[in-house]
């Protein structure tokens, strides 16, 4: 999972007690005051100074006066020292290319080299950063055998960011030694600096490490020790950590005593799949808790009103709708993550499908290079079910490695899990992926309460019958639906004669107030996806 640079993040927010106003804050226990810009005759004294230039930097970030800022320093004596805090600002104001390129004129500054490796850790790609990380050793060498290499205070910094970059990109490669080795020289150079904000981002990545191992319980302790840090001093750095605590608290059980209400609210909304309003100052995962709710609408639409869609335009249009509703989350996040990509992207593939677009295809298979989903058993068991429920929704596309892999690799994943982490996945089968819990029941042979009890909810649908929680559902048209369901799901319109019959189909959802529907035929289709093993079928029910 990549960190942005974050350079506001890796900067301490001021706090003061002169007497400016009071800035407010989100968080309403959290009171920070923004000390005035200095003038450019101080600026000239504390760019060269980390700790000083650090705070300057943050509070002109934190009260919106970057611009200001920049324009201040442009008044200043060109050099690497005042062009690299220009990039640092521009970089942070989104002008990621003109950063770049004004650090370009200095190449024998430790400063520069250490800062533009910051800034391009996270724009290269995996492959890439073994590169990245050789070119930095190499350059650092031929730097400290120069007449540059003067052991100002810049100097420091310049090595210091560059060792903090390293470690972000063993982070990315997964290599926890490498990264540990790097931040010890990170902390080896804040010392003389007095810069005390980087032991808050070595925590930062450190926690970030834990995460991409899928050491979540490790993470979990990291980002409790940032938050009661954080709070008082870093209100940015608090809030990033609020949210990763989130997902934490999701993925396992967690309980952090050190989270805002408007975190245990968003936690309790993931788990219970409803939006939540909690105008947190990241809005994260509440962006993912309306997606899961109009989720949650387009499934017991699709439930009720599948026989219908290709040939009333109405129904067909209101599905289009709840899709789009969807869809409009895929970009409103403020501050975004791995995590929360993947469970936007399950939505989108879910969406898709159940609306019978083959692009959820695409986006169903894009799980795979997701780096949480290789890393964290939870979210891994879940794309398994995620696919297989993309695929039962298009019965006629074709079938993949990865159906395969989710088919046998679906039940070992589910034992590995804690009891907490299996209820999670459960309450995603129960509310949106029915054949994805079917074939996990099918799996196990002795199943446990919990997943017994989660069967029964779901409507299974053969030619000879129609039965729910163990009983058969009189009047359900099964013989036709599993005649035309597998062309139905695929967009094709039933006759005005079989649309009459599904009529009965809607009653009997009514009826029941459920939505979860399993057919036969949907599952016959997997042996032509695959040339499914005895196994395959036996999860399947074939």
Request: charged fraction near 25%.
């Amino acid at each position: 999972m990549k960190s942005s640079t974050g350079i506001a993040r890796s900067n301490r927010i001021s706090i003061t007690t002169s007497r400016q106003p009071l800035a407010v804050h989100p968080d309403p226990t959290i009171v920070v005051e923004f000390p005035a810009l200095p003038s450019v005759e101080a600026l000239k004294k504390i760019i060269p100074v980390t700790h000083r230039w650090a705070h300057v930097f943050a509070a002109a970030d934190t009260a919106g006066q970057l611009g200001d800022l920049l324009g201040r320093l442009e008044l200043l004596e060109a050099g690497d020292v005042r062009d690299t805090r220009r990039s640092q600002i521009l970089h942070r104001l989104g002008r990621k290319v003109e950063a770049r390129n004004l650090l370009g004129r200095y190449r024998n500054s430790i400063l520069v080299h250490g800062w533009d490796m910051a800034f391009r850790v996270d724009e290269v790609s995996t492959k890439d950063t073994p590169h990245l990380l050789r070119e930095f050793e190499d350059t650092l060498e031929r730097l400290k055998r120069s007449d540059d290499f003067d052991g100002r205070n810049v100097t420091l910094e310049g090595l210091m960011r560059g060792h903090m970059a390293c470690a972000v990109g063993k982070i990315n490669l997964g290599d926890k030694e490498g990264a540990m080795q790097h931040f010890e020289k990170v902390r080896f150079y804040a010392g003389p600096l007095q810069d005390e904000h980087m032991e808050l981002l070595v925590l930062t990545e450190t926690a970030r490490l834990h995460v991409n191992l899928g050491e979540l319980q490790e993470a979990g302790k990291v980002y409790q020790q940032l938050a009661r840090i954080a709070k008082p001093i870093k209100p940015r750095v608090y809030n990033v950590v609020s949210v990763m605590s989130v997902w934490v608290a999701y993925l396992t059980g967690m309980k952090f005593d050190s989270l805002p209400d408007w975190a245990h609210s968003q936690v309790s909304g993931m788990r219970e799949f409803y939006a939540v309003e909690t105008h947190a100052p990241l809005n994260v995962v509440e962006v993912v808790t309306h997606a899961l709710q109009a989720l949650t609408h387009l499934v017991e639409h699709h439930a009720m009103y599948f026989p219908f869609y290709g040939a009333v335009e109405e129904h067909q249009a209101d599905r289009d709708e709840l899709v789009r509703k969807v869809l409009e989350h895929q970009h409103k996040a403020n501050s975004p993550d791995e995590i929360m990509d993947f469970f936007l992207r399950v939505c989108k593939a879910l969406a898709l499908a159940l609306q019978g677009s083959d692009d959820a295809l695409v986006e169903v298979e894009a799980l795979e290079s997701s780096t949480v989903v290789s890393t964290i058993p939870l979210l891994s068991c879940l794309r398994h079910m995620v696919m297989i429920q993309v695929h039962a929704l298009l019965p006629k596309a074709q079938g993949t490695p990865s159906l395969r892999v989710a088919l046998n690799g679906l039940r070992p994943g589910y034992m590995a899990l804690s009891d907490y982490q299996q209820d999670v996945l459960l309450a995603w089968g129960e509310r949106y992926l029915p054949y994805g819990l079917w074939v996990l029941s099918n799996s196990i042979k002795d199943m446990d309460v919990r997943l017994c009890e989660l069967r029964k909810t779901i409507i299974y649908v053969t030619e000879e019958e129609a039965v729910f929680r163990g009983r058969k559902i009189s009047r359900y048209p099964k013989t036709m639906l599993c005649r035309e369901v597998v062309d139905v799901l695929q967009g094709f319109p039933l006759s005005k004669y079989d649309r009459d019959q599904a009529l009965r189909h809607k009653k009997s959802l009514e009826k029941l107030k459920v939505s979860s529907i399993v057919f036969l035929p949907v599952l016959r289709r997997f042996a032509f996806k695959l040339r499914c093993t005895e196994f395959e079928r036996e999860v399947l029910g074939i």
